[in-house]
């Protein structure tokens, strides 16, 4: 072989794992929360002292930052043209059976359904996709983010080789 | 008539002498593109063609050799201090990372992390800074919460100091992301120290004798992608039929 290849890499914890593409990266938490009734100063991504917090699995192909919001903020806006954020957030159990988490499994997804307004906050190019689902029992929250609308149809092939990857335990 | 039919024989002499001397152009044209591209070695030799600069231009001082013999890079697993599971790139990817390997309760280490927390060193432009621990088991988490500011990426991984076969905290290390090589390395008492390693390494990988040729790198990705799609991946015994498998 010619240069140095790196091996695919398995990132497994909180009952989710992914064999990741060639240069992509993942990380997988669960926001820092704090005992009920403090009022410590929070970081970024840090959840309310007391909350229940639920696994977040992040997974982008391009260096992902370690200060990042659960929804992509401050990682979405260093994507170049061919980027792509992934963030899969899982809900409280009391969401379960509800309307809006009815849909079965992760979604496989089609370029139109990218909307530059699907974004948390619009970042010039670049376009969204916010899909609710239950998948193993858990109800979830897919949200993807391509760097360039224009170029959906092949990055929305790499997005759905990503989902195949993906695995939810029970 | 027959001067009518001398004029059309002149004509079509003319046309085929143009479209001869076009078609010749054209073959000279891309003869050249192909040789601008290392598409072609000087008759007689097996190796790359001597590096030359054009006439007029000063040739550097300094060339860099042995690129290939730079030791691989790695990718790094483990955990943050937020809990994070994380899997860094740093091999076949668009940046070049510096790996500053720290330690909470090393002296020589506390440099850097001055310097990390009064934000007095910058990382080059086109370069990603992941500050590596050893693993929990090995270090004290809450000490390096107290050390590392929060916007710096701090992966605790016993295993990248394996390897990268770090010799003792701090080390420094630039991985070049293209093509997954080390490209520096070493030690000292700060990052503005071995800051100079840092940027000449990053530089480096900027320099136009490092930039490998176009059409050599299309190849050497067109080899692993039939090889991949064979199913041979690397370190696959097949490669190495002498040793019976890598190293």
């Not at chain 2, 050249?32 to 063609?49: E, F």
């Not at chain 2, 050893?134 to 992966?155: A, I, R, T």
Request: glycine share 12%; aromatic share 6%; charged share 20%.
């Amino acid at each position: 072989m010619t240069g140095v290849r790196p091996a695919v890499r398995q990132l497994s914890g909180h009952g989710l794992s992914i064999g990741l593409l060639p240069a992509w990266e993942g990380r997988i938490y669960r926001r820092t929360v704090g005992p009920a009734g403090a009022t410590a100063a929070r970081p970024q991504a840090a959840g309310w002292p007391g909350e229940l917090s639920h696994p977040v699995l992040h997974l982008a192909n391009f260096a992902l930052p370690a200060s990042r919001g659960d929804f992509g903020t401050g990682a979405v806006e260093r994507m170049s043209g061919d980027g792509i954020f992934l963030a899969l957030l899982e809900f409280g159990a009391d969401c379960l059976g509800t309307a809006l988490y009815a849909p079965r499994g992760l979604p496989r997804i089609s370029p139109g359904q990218f909307n530059p307004n699907g974004m948390q906050r619009r970042v010039a190019g670049q376009a969204g996709f916010q899909h609710f689902c239950t998948a193993a029992g858990r109800p979830f929250c897919l949200y993807v983010v391509i760097g360039s609308h224009r170029d959906a149809v092949r990055l929305t092939g790499t997005v759905n080789s990503v989902l195949d990857r993906i695995e939810v335990a029970a | 008539m027959i001067a009518l039919q001398i004029v059309e024989l002149v004509a079509l002499a003319v046309l085929a002498v143009l479209v001869a001397g076009l078609l010749r152009g054209y073959a000279s044209v891309l003869r050249r593109l192909h040789d601008l591209d290392a598409g072609t070695l000087p008759a007689g030799t097996g190796g790359a063609p001597p590096f030359r600069t054009a006439g007029g231009v000063v040739a550097p001082a300094q060339q860099i050799e042995g690129r290939e013999e730079w030791a691989p890079s790695h990718d790094i697993d483990g955990v943050t201090l937020r809990g994070e599971i994380v899997s860094v790139r740093t091999v076949g990817v668009a940046q070049d990372t510096i790996i500053a390997f720290l330690s909470a309760s090393c002296e020589g280490c506390t440099g850097f992390w001055q310097e990390l927390a009064d934000r007095s060193w910058t990382v080059p432009v086109g370069s990603r800074l992941v500050v590596v621990s050893k693993g929990p088991d090995e270090e004290s988490p809450s000490m390096l919460q107290q050390l590392c500011p929060p916007d710096v990426d701090l992966v605790m991984s016993s295993q990248a100091w394996v390897d990268f076969a770090v010799p003792g905290s701090p080390y420094v290390v630039v991985a070049d992301g293209h093509t997954g090589r080390i490209k520096g390395e070493g030690s000292g008492s700060s990052f503005t120290q071995v800051g100079g390693l840092i940027e000449q390494s990053v530089a480096d990988g900027r320099h136009p004798a490092v930039i490998k040729a176009d059409a050599d790198r299309r190849r050497a990705r067109d080899v692993d992608k039939l090889l991949l799609s064979a199913g041979i991946g690397p370190n696959d015994p097949s490669l190495y039929p002498a040793e019976g498998g890598p190293a």
